[in-house]
């Protein structure tokens, strides 16, 4: 059973930074490194978006609404993907998902909460 633990979650004033984690332990190193993993969030109403996504080969995208702001990055050693998000405003608050994908295979973590305080 492939499992998705997502951390980092948690209160921050706007304008703060916050690094969310997302870790598969125990799937075999050389499948993890062929899934693409994604960050998704999703908003009390409203419906989960990808905030960011990053491929095998390390080939990153973001939503506009947090370009230049979040980045996201893969270290395949340790089975994790990183978020960075600087600069966060009311707006980023929500449960934030880690997804990974591949052509015939899809997991989800339970999510993390991030919350921002104007």
């Known amino acids: 059973q492939v499992q998705v633990v997502e951390s980092g979650g948690g209160l921050v004033q706007a304008g703060g930074s916050l690094r969310l984690s997302c870790k598969a332990p125990?799937?075999?190193?050389?499948?993890?490194?062929?899934?693409?993993v994604g960050w998704y969030r999703q908003a009390p109403g409203n419906q989960r978006e990808l905030v960011a996504r990053?491929?095998?080969?390390?080939?990153?995208n973001y939503s506009d609404s947090v370009k230049g702001r979040f980045t996201i990055s893969r270290d395949n050693s340790r089975k994790t993907v990183f978020l960075q998000m600087n600069d966060l405003k009311p707006d980023d608050a929500a449960v934030y998902y880690c997804?990974?994908?591949?052509?015939?295979?899809?997991?989800w973590g339970q999510g993390t909460r991030v919350t921002v305080s104007s």
């Open positions: 997804n990974l994908h591949s052509e015939s295979r899809e997991y």
């Open positions: 125990r799937m075999i190193f050389s499948v993890y490194t062929g899934y693409v």
């Open positions: 990053v491929d095998s080969g390390g080939t990153t």
